[in-house]
C-alpha cells in the first residue's frame, strides 16, 4: 500500500507521489488547503527568514492561457499538438498551487540555505497533502523557468520552485526505482 497512514514510519516507507493526470476530484478543499500550506512551513528556516511563497492558482482557464502565451512567445513556429500538450497541465488535478523561492537579503544566511529551505517546504507540502488523505505531486518543467509565468506569478527576485498538483489517485499509485542504499550511503572517516 502507498502513502500508508497507519504510522509515521509506515507512511515515510510507503510515501509515494501521484501523477498529476491521473488525479481526480475531491481535491482538498479550502480549509484543508490552508492546512496544508501551514504545515507546510514547518520546516528548517535558519534566520526565520521565511525565504519561500505561495500561489493558489484558483483560475485554471487563466493560467492555461498564461501557459499558452509564454510558450507561443518563446516557439512561434509551434504547432497545435505541441499548444495543446503544453496547456494541458494547467488542468490537471483537482488542486494547483505554486512554490516560489523568495530570496532573503542577509549578511548571515547564505542563498544556498535558503534554497534548502523551500526543498523542505516542498517535500513538507506532499507530506502535508498525503497526511490529509491526498496524493500529491512536485513538477517544475519548463513553466518554472519561463520568463512570461515567472514575471505573472513572482514578485521581485522571486522564483518558481515547482507546481504542486494535488488531488485523490484515479489510477493505482506506482513504484519507481529507488537506488542501492550501499551506492548512497558511506561512512567517515
Known sequence: ????LSSLPAYLASRRSGKPRDMIAPGPDSAQLDAILQLAMRTPDHGKLFPWRFVKITDRPAFGAL?????VSANPDSRPAQIEAVVAPAFMAPTLVALLYAPQASAKIPAWEQQLSVGAVGMNLLHAAH?????????????SYDPVVRTALCDGEEQISGFFYIGSPGQPLEERPRPDAADII????
Open 186 to 189: 558511506r561512512s567517515w572517516p
Open 67 to 71: 501557459l499558452e502565451q509564454a510558450f
Open 131 to 143: 497526511a490529509h488523505g491526498f496524493v500529491a505531486s512536485w513538477i517544475t518543467g519548463w513553466a
Open 1 to 4: 500500500m502507498f502513502n500508508d
